[in-house]
């Protein structure tokens, strides 16, 4: 008996230290504003931390997310994206924004993930068509926006945003990172540098080659 005792309480201790690492520890400190000069810096989570005595206002703070991104590209939309990049005083708060602008009909925040974040999306001006594809089995799950209207993506899952809309469209996302990542499923199959080896992408997709060597060859936009 005293084995399976044992035994029962190294499995339950065993989970319990995978459950503490399934997680970033909590914050021992108010904030860790992000600095690129590792100097007089301790390095948190990707970034070096400045000396919270220095923090201003201006580490946690941006102006412009009221103006409109230019759509006239080639997918018809535009992210600014608002990360720690942007916004130092995100650094460790495992948050982040952005604003989705969309033209009027066609606009497309194309199929992408975000490795690291879910997104919640809110939308402000039109109508937006979104969706998100499930793990295996891929199950496609999608609805209509109008203005106010709010949806989740779950991370890592591909989603997308289409402006179905006469008009304009913009959406504010919220991302749970303070830098999400991001993958556009076209733009990283044939847009990758080096290219993927074609044999491999016609096989995967059931293309001919010749498809796949001229998907290659065109210029795949970056939104952001």
């Known amino acids: ?30 904030f860790c504003v992000a600095i690129n000069d590792p100097k007089d810096g301790v390095f948190v989570n990707g ?6 005595m220095l923090a201003t206002a201006n580490d946690f703070s941006f102006s412009g997310l ?22 130092p005083g995100l650094n460790t708060l495992g948050i982040s924004i952005a604003r989705i602008d969309f033209a009027p009909y066609g606009g497309l925040n194309p199929p992408h993930i975000h490795p690291r974040a879910t997104e919640i999306l809110v939308v402000l001006e039109g109508t937006l068509y979104v969706g998100f594809v499930t793990s295996n089995p891929n199950r496609l ?16 899952l591909i989603h997308f945003q289409f402006n179905i809309g006469n008009t304009n469209a913009v959406a504010i996302a919220g991302l749970s990172s303070q830098n999400p990542g991001v993958i556009t499923i076209a733009n990283a199959v044939f847009g990758s540098n080096p290219p993927i080896n074609p044999d491999v992408l016609a096989k995967a997709f059931q293309l001919d080659k010749n498809v796949v060597n001229y998907l290659q060859k065109q210029f795949w936009i970056n939104n952001h």
Request: charged share 15%; with cysteine; hydrophobic share 50%.
């Open 66 to 87: 009221n103006i409109p991104g230019n759509t006239s590209n080639q997918v018809g939309s535009n992210v600014t994206l608002l990360n720690v990049d942007k916004i």
């Open 47 to 52: 970034k070096f931390c400045r000396d919270p």
């Open 1 to 30: 008996m005293k084995g399976a005792h044992f035994l029962v309480a190294f499995v339950l201790l065993a989970l319990s230290f995978s459950f503490a690492f399934a997680f970033d520890p909590s914050p021992l400190q108010d």
């Open 141 to 156: 799950i999608t609805k209509v926006l109008n203005a106010g209207d709010v949806f989740v993506f779950p991370i890592g």
